[in-house]
T-cell receptor, first 111, second 114 residues
Framework: QKEVEQNSGPLSVPEGAIASLNCTYS??????FFWYRQYSGKSPELIMF????GDKEDGRFTAQLNKASQYVSLLIRDSQPSDSATYLC???????????FGAGTRLAVHP | GAGVSQSPSNKVTEKGKDVELRCDPI?????LYWYRQSLGQGLEFLIY????????KSGLPSDRFSAERTGGSVSTLTIQRTQQEDSAVYLC????????????FGEGSRLTVL
């Protein structure tokens, strides 16, 4: 079992819709969870982080965490074509603050 | 510096040669990470430094890979006797002590082994 799992996609949504990206992790002791965005040919950039169960909102982005289910999600409201990218879920795992990434979900927002 | 700087940005080498990749993190960042990303794939964890120490080297693919960090700043990733499967983009990232997991990435070093 991979430490962090994501559906590779592509997830295709129309402009203006809500995009829902999901991630599961295997280390029940993980405490910190991150979403990164990576445009094609570019390096990843941090979008959001979440440490507590529940929802965390930042503009059009909402991160959701359910530690009991070992599940993290990212919702993007009012999706724009500029949101088209690969979204990487990352989890701090193990005792040495090692940040492990999922394989990423490719999102395509079409006009 | 203002951001994480990596060099070289591109490196083409012949199979069997050694290569060195350099990373200069954001000033004051104590944590430094190396990842590898093959075409169309996710980020593969290689090694993590806290200061000059590498508490977790579990991601290094083989003993041909090594890394060091000096002065709590610049890090070098060395690949000896390169193989074609080493071809990838090698990404370096740094974070502050209080922002573990909030990584700032460099532009990467693209390695092509012929």
């Amino acid at each position: 079992q991979k430490e962090v799992e994501q559906n590779s996609g592509p997830l295709s949504v129309p402009e203006g819709a809500i995009a829902s990206l999901n991630c599961t992790y295997s280390d029940r002791g993980s405490q910190s969870f991150f979403w990164y965005r990576q445009y094609s040919g570019k390096s990843p950039e941090l979008i959001m982080f979440i440490y507590s169960n529940g929802d965390k909102e930042d503009g059009r982005f909402t991160a959701q965490l359910n530690k009991a289910s070992q599940y993290v999600s990212l919702l993007i409201r009012d999706s724009q074509p500029s949101d088209s990218a690969t979204y990487l879920c990352a989890v701090i795992a193990g005792g040495y603050n090692k940040l492990i990434f999922g394989a990423g979900t490719r999102l395509a927002v079409h006009p | 510096g203002a951001g994480v700087s990596q060099s070289p940005s591109n490196k083409v080498t012949e199979k069997g040669k050694d290569v060195e990749l350099r990373c200069d993190p954001i000033s004051g960042h104590t944590a430094l990470y190396w990842y590898r990303q093959s075409l169309g794939q996710g980020l593969e964890f290689l090694i993590y430094f806290q200061g000059n120490s590498a508490p977790d080297k579990s991601g290094l693919p083989s003993d041909r890979f090594s890394a060091e960090r000096t002065g709590g700043s610049v890090s070098t990733l060395t690949i000896q006797r390169t193989q074609q499967e080493d071809s990838a983009v090698y990404l370096c990232a740094s974070s502050s002590q209080t922002g573990l997991g909030e990584l700032f990435f460099g532009e990467g070093s693209r390695l092509t082994v012929l």
